[in-house]
C-alpha cells in the first residue's frame, strides 16, 4: 500500500487521521484519453457562451470564446457515463427547445445574439431551468478561468491553479 497523498484538514484538527489515496492512474482524469468530441457539442457550446456573455448585446472578444469553446471540449472529452449524457442533454435542450421559448423552431445558433439571450432567459424561468443548468455551469467556471476575465475580476488564482497575470 503507497502512503496517501491527499489528508481531509478538517478531521485532521480534530485530530483524526482520515487519509485518502492516490486515485489510481487508469481513473486518474487528467490522465484520461480524451475521447473525439462531436463539433455540434464544441459549436453548441460557443453559441450558449455568446448568450451567455453578452448582456449589451455584443460578442465577446473572439479569443475568450475560442478559450471557452476548447476547455468545454476538454472537458467533455474527457468526461465519462453519466456526466457525458448529462452535458449532452443540457446541450440538446439549449439548442433546440430554448429557441421555442421566442417561438422559432430553429436550432439556438441560428437567432441573432438578442433572441438567443432571450430564448435562454425564458427557458431560465421556466419548469425546464434544470436542463439548462450543467452547460451554463461549466460555461461560468470556464469564463471565470480565462486570465483576462481573472484580472477584471481580481479573483486568482483560479480552480485550475494558474494565477492570473
Known sequence: MTEPAH??????????????????A??????????????AVRRGARVVAEALFSPD???????????????????????????????RLSLF???????????????????????????LERLEASPLA???LAVKAMLCI???EHPTTQRETNTAPSCKGKVAS
Open 57 to 87: 448585446g455584443e460578442l465577446p472578444d473572439a479569443e475568450r470564446l475560442a478559450y471557452i469553446e476548447e476547455d468545454f471540449g476538454d472537458f467533455y472529452a474527457r468526461a465519462h457515463g453519466n456526466a457525458r449524457m448529462i452535458l
Open 142 to 144: 470556464l469564463w471565470f
Open 93 to 119: 435542450a439549449l439548442t433546440w427547445i430554448a429557441p421555442l421559448f421566442v417561438f422559432v423552431p430553429l436550432p439556438l445558433g441560428s437567432l441573432s445574439l438578442r433572441r438567443r439571450a432571450l430564448a
Open 7 to 24: 489528508r481531509l484538514p478538517v478531521l485532521a484538527e480534530r485530530g483524526v487521521a482520515l487519509t485518502l489515496p492516490d486515485p489510481p
Open 26 to 39: 487508469e481513473i486518474a482524469v487528467r490522465n484520461r484519453k480524451g475521447a473525439e468530441v462531436p463539433a
Open 130 to 132: 434544470p436542463a439548462a
